[in-house]
């Protein structure tokens, strides 16, 4: 019995912690599960996802082995995931990535909410606030020149809303308030 367990995990593939489980089509449809994680991180360009799914096809016991389709995401938010499906364009997967490393999940998919290309995140991200007001606050100090003896009195959070009149995109987050300039 412990030899089996063994086995079993040595044989366990590896997840990376950003990655794609690219799985032969022909093969699923013959009834057998035949695919493999790729490392995302490890990927720069779709030629290298391209040689990742010929490389896969290639261990098929099927003939005309030659569709693929992703049928798992790690590391890629949700929301993201929805949106890339099974047959994502190797370029703008590999562009979302990047963008998660740099600016992290939260900040990445308010981008895609408000849709701003993702080419576009590193010139248009501001900042993540708690509150609107802080935003306000930061916007203010800035952009503005306070005298002290009225910084008390100040409005931040209609600061804020009225930036997102104008030059700057808000989207509300679970980790707060993330603003782009449009």
Same mark, same amino acid.
């Given at each position: 019995?412990?030899?089996?367990? *063994? ?6 593939? *590896? ?12 093969? #699923?449809?013959?009834? /057998? ?39 798992? #995401? ?14 994502? +364009? ?8 990047? %963008?998660?490393?740099?600016? =992290? +999940? ?17 010139? %248009? #991200?501001? =900042?993540? &606030?708690?509150?609107?007001?802080? &935003? =306000? ?13 009225? /910084? *008390? ?26 603003? &782009?300039?449009?």
């Amino acid at each position: 019995m412990e030899n089996a367990a *063994q086995k079993i995990l040595e044989n366990k593939p *590896q997840i990376p912690d950003r990655g794609i489980w690219i799985a032969s089509l022909a093969d #699923y449809n013959a009834g /057998r599960l035949l695919g493999a994680w790729v490392d995302l991180d490890a990927m720069t360009d779709s030629d290298d996802l391209d040689a990742e799914v010929e490389k896969m096809l290639e261990r098929s016991k099927e003939e005309n082995a030659e569709e693929y389709a992703v049928h798992d #995401y790690n590391g890629i938010p949700n929301e993201i995931v929805t949106k890339l499906g099974e047959w994502p +364009d190797w370029d703008e997967l590999l562009e979302i990535v990047e %963008a998660l490393n740099e600016h =992290g +999940d939260a900040v990445v998919e308010a981008a895609m909410g408000c849709r701003i290309p993702i080419a576009d995140i590193s010139d %248009a #991200y501001r =900042g993540t &606030f708690n509150t609107q007001a802080e &935003f =306000g606050m930061d916007y203010a100090e800035n952009n503005m020149e306070i005298p002290d003896a009225i /910084r *008390q009195f100040i409005d931040y959070a209609a600061i804020a809303h009225d930036a997102t009149c104008g030059e700057y995109m808000e989207c509300e987050t679970d980790d707060g308030f993330v603003y &782009f300039v449009v």
